[in-house]
């Protein structure tokens, strides 16, 4: 079995293993999260836990453990995989995808680093980073300052 398969077996564990009215993360859960955490810079980590958020849980807290792995991936890693999954999560996870894009706008070097990815991305994913740019400004223009270079990159 490779690391690929290793880390697409974990992530499906996750997805079979979350329960969506949790007040807590499971010790199963738990176990495949700290796994995929030692694993972090393998490909495919940081969209597979993405793809698991769900607005619908009844509590948001748990799931930032999803996000904080995630986040511990290299920067480059993490914005390629970001952009991959940002259409699909902003059709499924529309919440999520604003908080995440939010922590990602609030750190300069990831910021940077999307800006830079984005100007040679597919154009269904400018298309996605737009419209939540364009959602994150209407609900706080108090970010146009760090949403307007991402704007910017999207229409290149």
């Known amino acids: 079995m490779t690391a690929d398969d290793t880390i697409a077996a974990k992530i499906e564990g996750l997805s079979k293993a979350i329960g969506a009215s949790a007040v807590e993360l499971s010790p199963d859960v738990n176990r495949l999260l700290d796994e995929l955490e030692q694993s972090t810079g393998h490909p495919g980590i940081v969209a597979g836990l993405y793809g698991l958020l769900d607005d619908n ?9 999803f996000v904080h792995v995630a986040e511990r991936a290299d920067t480059p890693t993490y914005v390629a995989e970001l952009l991959s999954v940002a259409p699909s999560l902003i059709r499924s996870a529309p919440k999520w995808a604003s908080i995440i894009l939010i922590r990602v706008l609030n750190h300069q070097p990831t910021r940077d680093e999307l800006v830079r990815q984005l100007t040679r991305a597919a154009p269904h994913q400018k298309a996605s980073m737009r419209q939540l740019m364009d959602a994150i400004n ?19």
């Open 138 to 156: 209407a609900e706080s223009p108090d970010f146009l300052a760090r949403t307007t270079p991402v704007i910017v990159a999207a229409e290149v």
């Open 57 to 65: 849980f009844l509590f948001d807290g748990p799931l930032f453990r």
